[in-house]
């Protein structure tokens, strides 16, 4: 997954990690010199410590405290988005009694110069 190179690319990467963050220990101390680059009237200025907040929360997000084993007597879920320039899906599964999801895997891709310029309900629809 490619660094954002705007606000809008920051936000939804932001809103994956959030959602699978519950995970990760201290995550707040990790992201917070990316959300400072959302502050209102802050202009956009992406810097190597940027970089290397973004390559430290994968790394985080791929470790053996996020992810689990596959269980095939476990429901999964597989979540998928698409932005300009790539495409992401998780798989998850619920653990059982009302337990929470835990991330199996992650797998994302860049989009082909042509595929970029699909509408985003076909961007959507790629595999």
């Known amino acids: 997954m490619p660094h954002?190179?705007?606000i809008s690319e920051l936000k939804s990467f932001l809103g994956m990690v959030n959602f699978y963050g519950?995970?990760?220990?201290n995550l707040s101390a990790h992201t917070t010199p990316l959300y400072d680059l959302l502050k209102r009237g802050k202009h956009w200025r992406w810097t190597m410590s940027h970089?290397?907040?973004f390559n430290k929360i994968k790394k985080l997000l791929c470790s053996a405290e996020v992810l689990t084993h596959f269980d095939m007597s476990l429901e999964s879920i597989v979540t998928c988005d698409a932005s300009s320039r790539g495409l992401g899906a998780v798989l998850a599964q619920r653990?059982?009694?009302g337990g929470g999801?835990?991330?199996v895997a992650y797998a994302s891709r860049a989009l082909t110069s042509?595929?970029?310029?699909?509408s985003q309900i076909h961007k959507e629809a790629l595999r």
């Open 22 to 25: 519950k995970f990760i220990k």
């Open 114 to 118: 042509a595929e970029q310029h699909y």
């Open 51 to 53: 970089t290397k907040c």
């Open 4 to 6: 954002p190179t705007n």
């Open 101 to 103: 999801e835990r991330v």
């Open 95 to 97: 653990a059982p009694a």
